[in-house]
């Protein structure tokens, strides 16, 4: 009952009008950006994050997680109708909603992925709401050793998780972690690695590096191109599946919903690899496995489902542990130190708003993507025509604008653009970026953690292998960590160098 | 995890396959990159895995400099000292890998072939000259100059279309950061 009576304070504070806005504007602008290819939602999010320093930090918040599910509904579009996904976690929808847009029917694609998503979202967001508060309180006992030991379990998992090299994955967060290290240290107040610069005294910005890393390297990636943008050529009819459609996509809604969820929670594994896991799994249990990737629907509705349900699960960590799951969530993580909320387990007990607002908020937004969604999906397919040679101006201007808002300091444009230039560099050298974000974001979390745990132990390491909860989390991370090295080493000259 | 995904056949190689196979990628526009055995970016790795290991030494002489402190009261210099070593085994391993991998230099795969590598370099020149020039002439000035050039970047666009959005960009940003978000923006020589 209690869950109960703190939803309907939390609808209270979403139908808010300032917080009603902020939740239509953060879906209609995630549902834009997932449509556009070439600007994800880990960019946006850093992007707008500006504009929300004037306003509550829960209305920040609706309006940022907005953007971020929002994101997840729009990316499908795209590939289902013309075979580009429009963010990571679509990729797979392309396989068979292509292929049924091929057939004619991209209509009850497009629908299954929407109807999949909505009730993903919300199934999502049902979890999310019994799980958060108990693994809150439980975390509210940890000290310092459990949340060092946790944040490496995270660490490992997040590497494990990367899409190319482990090496290089692991480089890239140890690269995270020591840009976390510069600035004044916060147990003795000594400067590190500042070079004498006074703007590195509080450290580098969480959003010139993230809208460098994601925004600017992006964009330079892209004008180099030759190739010319497609012609996007569709016509759509009956957005709404038939009872056989139904009939055989809701298995795969509710499977990939599972799926989804329980991947969400892990960090790094997220929408992306939740959506080719529920795929496999579809595929895998399939009687005619044969047919997927001719246009099967479960092949669309599986992944959909899965994406919308990791991206409502990924708030379960932030919101009961304050560890992000993935680097979107690591900038709302950021968004909230901005906004003077300390994350961490006391989070959903001192800032009820805060948690409740933004779980109501969810139920809405995943509404209105259903509504704007189906009847609005020409209009999205017409914004696939802006040609990028105008678009990206505004992209880099945004950035620009959106860092030197910050401080009204042009030395953090100056690291927006450094950042632009060694992210085009990661991205060509196939250095992912993910875990240096989350490395950056955890580090120092992570540092204050393990200085605590050896001031408490007098110096002896012993104190991680004392204490049930960190010994768990050290043994998993080991065994997770040998397993990976073991089938690395059988492949030898595999793909994971 | 690696129970959980292997039996769906479901490795990060199998993610990487299916990429490869249907030619998706992330990019706008699409970026099909073909990666197989001869055209693996080893000269690249070895290079990049020069520089981290010179980095992390760097950072181990650093957080050596500030104070590593003792067992029991680990100083601030202690962490990023781990954090260089670190990085100085990874590199190390990498570079090793690197080397293991046989690789002929002549079929090396050019990250630029084929690619206008001249653009992004401008874009970044733009920048650059963006930042030097705002405190000298103000934000509408140089912002508008700014956009009128990328939008004449890549592909030349019509001039009544590319004035027409950078004006109103330029408007718009300065209502909404300047006016609306009190932004301080740089005046200028001009006042404006």
């Known amino acids: 009952m209690e869950i109960l009576s703190n939803l309907i304070s939390g609808f209270q504070i979403t139908f808010e009008p300032i917080n009603l806005l902020s939740c239509f504007l953060g879906v209609v602008i995630g549902t834009l950006i997932g449509v556009l290819p070439g600007i994800g939602p880990t960019g946006t999010v850093a992007l707008l994050l500006p504009l929300t320093f004037s306003v509550s930090p829960v209305t920040a918040i609706i309006f940022l997680a907005g953007v971020y599910y929002g994101a997840m509904y729009g990316g499908s579009t795209t590939s289902i109708l013309v075979n580009i996904p429009g963010e990571a976690a679509s990729i797979v929808t392309c396989l068979d909603g292509y292929e049924m847009a091929k057939k004619g029917r991209a209509g009850p694609a497009l629908g299954i992925s929407a109807f999949g998503s909505f009730i993903a979202g919300t199934l ?3 979890g999310l709401m019994l799980l958060a508060i108990p693994l809150a309180s439980a975390a509210l006992k940890f000290g310092p050793p459990e949340y060092f030991a946790l944040m490496c379990l995270g660490l490992t998992i997040l590497i494990f998780m990367a899409r190319g090299s482990m090496v290089k994955s692991l480089i890239m967060a140890t690269f995270g972690l020591g840009l976390s290290h510069i600035g004044i240290d916060t147990i003795t107040g000594q ?8 703007e590195l005294a509080d450290g580098v910005g969480l959003i010139p590096l993230a809208m460098g890393l994601f925004g600017i390297s992006e964009v330079l990636l892209n004008v180099e191109q030759k190739v010319k943008q497609q012609v996007v050529e569709t016509h759509i009819k009956g957005l709404l599946p038939n009872a056989k459609d139904w009939k055989d996509a809701t298995p795969a809604i509710l499977r990939g919903s599972l799926v989804g969820f329980l991947l969400g929670i892990l960090p790094g594994a997220g929408a992306f690899i939740s959506s080719f896991v529920s795929y496999g799994l579809e595929k895998k249990i399939s009687k005619n496995p044969e047919l997927f990737g001719t246009g099967v629907i479960q092949g669309v509705a599986g992944p959909e489902s899965a994406n919308n349900a990791a991206s409502s699960s990924a708030f379960i960590p932030l919101f009961s542990l304050g560890i992000p799951s993935n680097s979107v969530i690591a900038i709302l993580l950021g968004a909230l130190i901005i906004h003077g909320i300390r994350p961490g387990p006391s989070v959903i007990q001192h800032h009820p708003e805060l948690f409740w607002g933004t779980v109501a908020s969810m139920y809405v937004g995943n509404l209105l993507l259903l509504i704007l969604n189906l009847p609005l999906i020409g209009i999205w397919v017409r914004i696939l025509k802006i040609p990028y040679p105008i678009l990206f101006p505004l992209i880099l201007l945004f950035c620009i604008i959106g860092t030197f808002s910050l401080n009204n300091s042009l030395v953090d444009v100056f690291f927006l653009i450094l950042f632009g230039i060694i992210g085009y560099f990661f991205r060509k050298l196939e250095y992912e970026i993910a875990p240096l974000i ?5 580090g120092p979390m992570l540092e204050t953690a393990l200085r605590q745990s050896l001031i408490l132990s007098d110096g002896s390491f012993t104190i991680f292998f004392k204490r049930p909860i960190s010994v768990t989390c050290f043994i998993l991370a080991i065994a997770l960590f040998s397993t990976f090295v073991l089938s690395s080493v059988r492949k030898k000259k595999g793909i994971i160098l | 995890m690696a129970v959980l995904l292997n039996p769906l056949c479901l490795s990060r190689k199998s993610c990487q396959e299916i990429l490869l196979e249907k030619s ?15 055209n693996r970016v080893v000269l690249y790795d070895r ?21 590593l402190g003792e067992a029991g009261s680990p100083g601030p210099g202690f962490i990023p000292f781990l954090t260089g070593c670190l990085l100085i085994l990874l590199s190390f391993i990498f570079l090793v890998k690197s080397f293991l991998l046989s690789t002929d ?9 084929g690619l206008r590598w001249d653009k992004p370099l401008l874009v970044v020149i733009a920048l650059f000259a963006y930042i030097l020039l705002l405190p000298v002439f103000g934000y509408l000035v140089v912002t508008l100059l700014f956009m009128v050039f990328l939008g004449k970047l890549i592909q030349p666009q019509k001039w009544t279309m590319i004035i027409i959005i950078s004006i109103l960009s330029v408007a718009a940003s300065y209502l909404i950061f300047g006016l609306w978000l009190n932004c301080q923006f740089p005046k200028g020589v001009l006042k404006f």
């Open chain 2, 47 to 67: 290079i990049s895995g020069f520089i981290w290991l010179f980095l992390g030494l760097i950072i181990c002489v650093m957080s050596y400099r500030i104070d």
């Open chain 1, 438 to 442: 989350l490395a950056f974001v955890l």
């Open chain 1, 191 to 198: 400067p590190r690695f500042t070079f004498g610069v006074p």
């Open chain 2, 24 to 38: 998706l990628s992330l990019h706008w526009p699409p970026l099909v990159q073909k990666r197989t055995g001869e």
């Open chain 1, 124 to 126: 999502g967001l049902i």
């Open chain 2, 105 to 113: 230099s002549r079929r090396e795969k050019n990250l630029w072939k």
